[in-house]
């Protein structure tokens, strides 16, 4: 997984990179990979960083836009104001300018990554009055923060405007710099959060995770971050290494068959003092899943009530008898709501696998941070078990699904990522009165 990858950056889009500990290295190392792309600053930006470009043009202000054939075929292309020697920096563009730039880009179909912010080379910094200037028209915005900047004082050798810091975090100065005290300001509407665009997806990128320890301390981090961004990526880049893409992941429950070859219905069947299907959600709560959707269908209304006072979507399926596709699609449709914020994948539970844990739910999202893999699932004993998780880039192949059949039908079209494990109870689900005695005796325990 590179950096363009784990950020879900795409070829057309319009990305602007704020914070410090390794802001502009992310910039040009996603132009790189993005290739024919535009890159310009809404700041300043050091001299010696336009080597970093393969061609860097000149844009004086009231002048034309540049030729930029070339910039259309190959390589990575700086576009700057000029270069202001008494402090060793290029200009910013002025915003009519990134106004013609970006219809440039758009027009012919070129990412267009954009410097908006400086950092003075610390790891960590607050944004001061004027910044960041990030554009209107920017639909993603990564906030870079460097891990080494853990554990040092709050003071200017180590962290760009402190006093900031300090007034936005609540730590004093000359204190050593927390984990929560750089989620607060991460997190701050005048702190991380300040001037991104309403439209824009929010994506916190922690760097020079350089140490297991610091990997570590930067996934625990993450799961702070994820309520205000829509991924959390983790990486070292000066030595050319993702670790992980940490994004929100659903868990759409398909309960709404009829149950037919059981003879009642399956998701109000007993399992340790409560109902197939409200076990089923409280486990994928339990493991951080979010949002979690009940699909409903045949008994909607009873099957509804064993759930209504968990924190879950209730999505009812009226075409319930044309097979588990319909599910599928309901529970996507939910999702894909305007209302609920967007998710980088979703495990679908069945129903009638009420041993199913916690702890697998979880491996299955780690593993899909990995490496953003599009599908991810258990492997028993050399045999494909359930639940799958299955990456957002797939959900419009689910929703085209039709007839009784589900994700099996899409896994043939995509590499599999398996997740090793030793729990024979993935491989079984209660089809009859047998399969449902034999549950009840196996003893399985979350």
Not at 36 to 55: G, K
Not at 206 to 227: F, G, I, M, V
Not at 277 to 288: E, N, P
Not at 318 to 337: F, K
Request: aromatic residues 4%; charged residues 20%; proline residues 7%.
């Amino acid at each position: 997984m590179n950096i363009s990858q784990a950020l879900r950056l795409v070829p057309s889009g319009v990305t602007a990179f704020t914070g410090g500990g390794g802001k502009t290295a992310a910039v040009f190392m996603a132009a790189r990979e993005l290739a024919p792309a535009l890159v310009t600053t809404s700041t300043h930006l050091a001299a010696r960083q336009v080597t970093l470009a393969d061609r860097h043009l000149l844009w004086m202000p009231d002048t034309p836009l540049p030729d930029l054939d070339s910039a259309r075929q190959n390589g990575v292309t700086l576009l700057t104001g000029p270069l202001r020697e008494d402090i060793a920096r290029v200009t910013a563009l002025t915003e009519a300018q990134l106004h013609t730039l970006h219809q440039f880009a758009a027009e012919h179909h070129l990412p267009l990554l954009i410097e908006a912010d400086g950092s003075r080379q610390k790891p960590l910094k607050a944004p001061a009055k004027h910044e960041p200037a990030i554009p209107s028209f920017a639909d993603t915005v990564i906030v870079t923060a460097g891990m080494r900047g853990l554990d040092r004082p709050l003071e200017e050798q180590f962290i760009h405007r402190p006093e900031i810091f300090s007034a936005l975090s609540g730590l004093p100065l000359g204190e050593a710099v927390s984990a929560d005290a750089l989620a607060r300001v991460l997190t701050h509407p005048q702190g991380g959060l300040k001037n991104i665009p309403a439209q824009a997806r929010r994506i916190a990128l922690l760097n020079q995770a350089d140490t297991p320890e610091l990997q570590a301390r930067a996934s625990r981090l993450a799961e702070k971050l994820l309520s205000c961004f829509s991924a959390v990526v983790i990486s070292s880049l000066a030595h050319d290494e993702i670790h992980a893409a940490h994004e929100r992941i659903a868990g759409i429950v398909l309960a709404a068959g009829s149950s037919s070859r059981y003879g009642q219905p399956k998701q109000l069947l007993d399992y340790r003092g409560e109902p197939f299907v409200r076990r089923v959600a409280k486990t994928a709560l339990a493991a951080g899943l979010s949002p979690v959707v009940v699909v409903t269908g045949a008994q909607a209304e009873a099957v509804e009530a064993a759930v209504r006072d968990l924190p879950v979507l209730l999505a009812r399926n009226a075409d319930w008898a044309e097979g588990q596709s319909s599910s599928v699609r309901a529970g996507l449709t939910t999702l894909t709501s305007a209302d609920v914020p967007a998710v980088g994948g979703a495990i679908f539970l069945l129903v009638d696998q009420p041993q199913v844990t916690v702890h697998v739910l979880e491996a299955l999202v780690s593993r899909h941070a990995q490496g953003l893999f599009p599908v991810v699932l258990p492997l028993v004993a050399d045999r494909r078990g359930n639940p799958v998780l299955f990456d957002r880039e797939v959900f419009s192949e689910l929703q085209g699904l039709s007839g009784d059949v589900g994700g099996r039908a899409v896994m043939r079209n995509h590499p599999l990522e398996y997740l090793p494990w030793h729990d024979e109870s993935l491989l079984f689900d209660v089809d009859n009165e047998s399969d449902y005695r034999k549950l009840l005796a196996w003893g399985v325990e979350p």
